[in-house]
Nanobody, 124 residues
């Protein structure tokens, strides 16, 4: 059973930054491939950022502001979020996949495990 442990959510004013972390265990691709999704109140979950090896993919809404990368410790991943906007307010989930096709990683149908979620609130 894959385990995902997220941390780093919180509240920030517009223009501020937050860094989310996700520690993954019992995942075959723990050092290679993972992603972040988010869900705002009343909206569907959407893929935000994902990474497979050296390839990163981002939703258009976060390009240039968010960066997904390996974390400081083994099997830990991060999502650095800069220039945050009120519309970034959501619950953020780290996710894993059965297969690591970069072109598909922002599709919810490709996700096989979800973290418990961490809340990010951006005030104007």
């Amino acid at each position: 059973q894959v385990e995902l442990e997220e941390s780093g959510g919180g509240s920030v004013q517009a223009g501020g930054s937050l860094r989310l972390s996700c520690k993954v265990s019992r995942y075959a691709y723990a050092s290679y491939c993972m992603g972040w999704f988010r869900q705002a109140p009343g909206k569907e979950r959407e893929g935000v950022a994902a990474i497979a090896g050296a390839t990163t993919v981002y939703a258009d809404s976060v390009k240039g502001r968010f960066t997904i990368a390996r974390g400081d410790s083994e099997n830990t991943w991060s999502l650095q979020m800069n220039s945050l906007k009120p519309e970034d307010t959501a619950t953020y989930y780290c996710v894993t996949y059965d297969r690591c096709w970069a072109s598909r990683l922002l599709f919810q149908s490709e996700v096989n495990n979800w973290g418990q979620g961490t809340q990010v609130t951006v005030s104007s």
